[in-house]
């Protein structure tokens, strides 16, 4: 209990002092209210996402290193608790599982019946999710909830759902977030989210600068050890935010997107980005906003009891496409070209806003390197001159 | 009972000729009548007339050994059959079938080659109908020739 | 302490981890009453739902134990147990409220559906998908060109026509096909020919079997299906309805353009793979289109473009 800070001097947005001890009794409080915590775990060399028991379960200490297809851990000086950027995973793996089941049908005398599944609900709190990845959730609860443009549709994030958000105190070489304006800090887009915090590990004083963003996170935030964040501390988190904000290099500009691409579509750069794309699938498996899947219907080896499962698919795959014994999409190039008009076009008509939220993930985890931002500016070019050759460096 | 150039000028092939121009050609018609069954033209022989369908349905036929007569096409009503006429050899590609009774306005192809000779700009008239429903038919030929209403191939693959 | 909020409704239930199929994923079960036997490769089934329904009721958008009734244009999801689930057009209904599916069997899932014996069940989803306007287009002089199974699509557009040809000021009908044996729903089109000159029907086979003329009825041509179309046609007031191939559609489209028609005008019908049929899957994306629910209905002024570039 906090003797210094009766409960009702705490203020909704107001910036608070929260110790290292302080965080890790977060988790015990969560725990205590009967959430089970999803958060940043180490795993075989990347940084993914999984249940956590306590703080100690974070990589605490840990930092990445990213380029195109380049991914490493490296060790800090500090023993910062989100000292990395993005690994591999996003939230959807909790939000949209990779394989659900849809329904069971039983095949008998008394004929064809169909049968819902039911799960026990399960309350669940993110932990450090990020600001690209705030505005991926929003995307993709948009996507789920129907396609109407009318903007003051409810695409809401499910209130059950506790989000403790985390400002990125460093950018990785493939974020761009600024150039996307989803972040990197997490104040300014009108995201949803409980607590959000700001992580200061570089001196001898380990400690967050905690927010309540929600009646919920305030009433959580009454039961951690607070202490006042003096005008000193609040301004270290805005130079905070503007340091990670300038070290972004990359840029994406698209003004005018279908445009855009609709005059593009045989531009000679998709051919380049084709003589390296392996459809491997990766982009979209790490990509927050993809929302693709495909059924699959298995039988029991009597052929009574059938399934259907939902799975996530990707548009990379060859049969995505497929019809009438062939696919409408069979070259690789189309299918890249598909993918990224479709997540930096034609999302726009569809949900209201742009598929990409500048996370970089794809540029990370993509094999041969390929980086969106690269195409963009190859496409950009007149068709015939030099540049338009996708040069990676 | 219409004149000769009421009929051509009716008619859709020479749609827009004018009055004139379809008096000077006129001299070189005369009206025809066939029986369901009977034949306008057969394969080989000499291709002496253009004949404009003004009612009735003309089968484009060839005869393929162990098939029979084969149509290749079927002409209605406004239609014209056949170019053979407008170029040497001028001799019939096909048979040329009644499928009912017919009527055209047949004009004799020498006259007609004359006429267009003489008066270069009733030749070019006749060249651009001509070239114009030639494409139409090869358009449509090529068309069939890609066979979009045939099964798809069930190529192995996963899902439906 | 956090309240534990039951767990109802939508796949994608941001938060709750237990997702359970919306209502559109879930399949009613139907029974097979009739099977009709169009042409050698193409069925077609008449379905019901397999439960009694609570009251009698035909209102349109209700579920009365099985899906509600779809508007001409329309699809449903077909489900072949264990086997899988393909979108087929609902081609009618009967008069006792039988939803009709014409299926040519083509694949895995289409053959194991055309197999099914009366009494046979399968999972039905739907109505999806956008219509034919035909309503729309009442006072106007109507041109619909079928081609090969796209009649199936059409009929209940077709079949709105004939019980209402007063509303249009001319209807012609243009059906293409293989070959003669290749026209399905042969009975009901000489019925269709019956209603000239308010209705006419003109039908062109690719080709004519072997034989010659013998035995050719007078209404059939040998040739392209738009050949059949006049020289000339009151643009203006004339709309199209046009379902087949894809090329066949876009030439027909040229054709009709050919002949003044604005592209607004004409409307084609698209498919694409499908698997959710409820815009969620994105399998069926055509640019910005998810023809699952933009289309399968569209006016060709908004997509003559897209089906000129290839692999789109």
């Known amino acids: 209990m906090n003797d210094e800070y009766p409960s009702e001097k705490l203020l909704l947005n107001g910036a608070y002092y929260l110790s290292d001890m302080g965080f890790g009794q977060l988790f015990s409080e969560l725990q205590a209210a009967g959430y089970t915590i999803i958060g940043p775990r180490l795993e075989q060399s990347a940084i993914i996402l999984d249940e956590l028991q306590s703080a100690r379960d974070l990589p605490a200490g840990w930092g990445d290193e990213q380029e195109a297809g380049t991914y490493r851990l490296r060790r800090r000086a500090d023993q910062a608790y989100f000292g990395y950027n993005l690994g591999p995973e996003s939230w959807k793996k909790f939000l949209y599982p990779r394989r659900q089941l849809l329904w069971r049908a039983q095949q008998s005398g008394a004929g064809l019946e169909f049968e819902r599944p039911v799960s026990p609900p399960q309350a669940l709190a993110f932990i450090g999710v990020r600001a690209c990845d705030l505005a991926a959730i929003k995307i993709q609860a948009r996507v789920h909830q129907g396609q109407e443009l009318d903007p003051s549709l409810n695409s809401e994030v499910d209130s059950s759902l506790f989000m403790i958000a985390v400002n990125c105190a460093q950018a990785a070489a493939t974020c761009f977030c600024t150039a996307m304006t989803t972040g990197p800090s997490v104040d300014e887009h009108g995201y949803q989210y409980d607590l959000a915090l700001t992580e200061f590990a570089d001196g001898e004083d380990h400690h967050f600068i905690i927010k309540g963003h929600t009646t919920r996170g305030l009433a959580l935030l009454r039961q951690l050890p607070l202490q006042d964040a003096d005008e000193r501390a609040q301004l270290a988190v805005i130079r905070q935010h503007e340091a990670t904000a300038r070290s972004m290099t990359r840029q994406l500009d698209l003004p005018n997107a279908s445009a855009f691409f609709g005059s593009r579509l045989e531009h000679p750069a998709w051919d380049a980005i084709a003589d390296r794309c392996l459809s491997c699938a990766n982009c979209t498996l790490v990509c927050p906003t993809c929302f693709c899947t495909k059924v699959e219907d298995t039988t029991d080896i009597t052929g009574d009891h059938a399934e259907r499962w939902l799975q996530w698919d990707s548009c990379f795959h060859l049969d995505f496409s497929h019809l009438h014994g062939g696919s409408v999409r069979k070259s690789t190039r189309s299918r890249y070209r598909q993918w990224l008009t479709h997540k930096l076009g034609t999302w726009f008509e569809q949900f209201g806003s742009s598929g990409c939220v500048g996370c970089g993930r794809c540029i990370t985890w993509c094999p041969v390197g390929i980086d969106l931002t690269a195409a963009v500016i190859a496409l950009g070019k007149s068709p015939g001159s030099e540049a338009t050759s996708y040069a990676q460096d | ?160 | 302490m956090v309240g534990m909020v039951g767990m109802v409704g939508m796949v994608g239930m941001v938060g709750m981890v237990a997702p359970v199929a919306p209502a559109s994923f879930f399949p009613t079960t139907y029974r097979v009453r009739q099977k009709i036997r169009e042409s050698a490769d193409t069925l077609t089934l008449a379905i019901a739902p397999a439960a009694k329904p609570a009251a009698t009721s035909a209102v349109a958008g209700q579920a009365n134990g099985g899906t509600a009734i779809g508007q001409p244009g329309q699809f449903n999801m077909l489900y072949a147990h264990g086997i899988g689930e393909i979108p087929v057009s609902i081609s009618g209904y009967t008069s006792g409220g039988l939803t009709l599916q014409t299926i040519r069997a083509v694949g895995p899932v289409s053959r194991a559906l055309t197999r099914l014996k009366i009494g046979g069940q399968l999972g039905v989803r739907g109505p999806f998908g956008t219509i034919w306007p035909i309503q729309a287009l009442t006072g106007r002089s109507l041109i619909i060109i079928a081609g090969g199974l796209g009649l199936a699509p059409l009929r209940p557009a077709i079949r709105y026509a004939v019980a209402n040809l007063a509303a249009f000021t001319e209807v012609t009908i243009y059906i293409g096909a293989r070959t003669p044996n290749d026209l399905i729903f042969a009975h009901e089109l000489s019925k269709w020919s019956q209603l000239a000159p308010a209705l006419r029907v003109k039908i062109a086979v690719d080709s004519w079997p072997s034989g010659g003329a013998v035995g050719m009825p007078l209404s059939l041509s040998v040739g392209m299906v738009t050949a059949l179309l006049p020289r000339r046609l009151p643009a203006a007031t004339t709309s199209a309805l046009v379902c087949g191939p894809e090329v066949m559609m876009r030439h027909a489209g040229i054709d009709l353009m050919g002949l003044g028609l604005s592209a607004d005008d004409i409307f084609i019908s698209l498919e694409r793979n499908m698997k959710c049929a409820i815009g969620l899957c994105g399998h069926c994306q055509l640019s910005t289109l998810f023809i699952c629910k933009d289309g399968p209905v569209l006016p060709l002024a908004r997509v003559q473009h897209l089906l000129r570039t290839l692999e789109l």
């Open chain 2, 1 to 160: 009972m219409h004149k000769i150039e009421d009929l051509i000028c009716i008619h859709p092939f020479f749609d827009g000729l004018g009055q004139e121009f379809c008096s000077f050609v006129a001299g070189c018609g005369i009206n025809r009548h066939y029986e369901q069954g009977q034949y306008l033209a057969h394969e080989g022989e000499g291709a002496e007339a253009l004949m404009l369908i003004r009612k009735g349905k003309v089968a484009v036929e060839t005869k393929v050994p162990e098939r029979g007569a084969v149509i290749i096409e079927t002409l209605n009503d406004g239609d014209i059959a056949g170019w053979s006429w407008f170029f040497p050899p001028y001799l019939w590609a096909f048979d040329l079938h009644a499928l009912t009774n017919v009527s055209v306005t047949a004009l004799d192809a020498s006259c007609l080659r004359a006429k267009c000779e003489d008066d270069p700009r009733l030749g070019y008239e006749v060249a651009k109908r001509l070239a114009r429903m030639m494409t139409e038919r090869l358009k449509n030929t090529r068309l069939r020739l890609l066979d979009l209403y045939k099964a798809p191939l069930d190529l192995p693959h996963r899902g439906p």
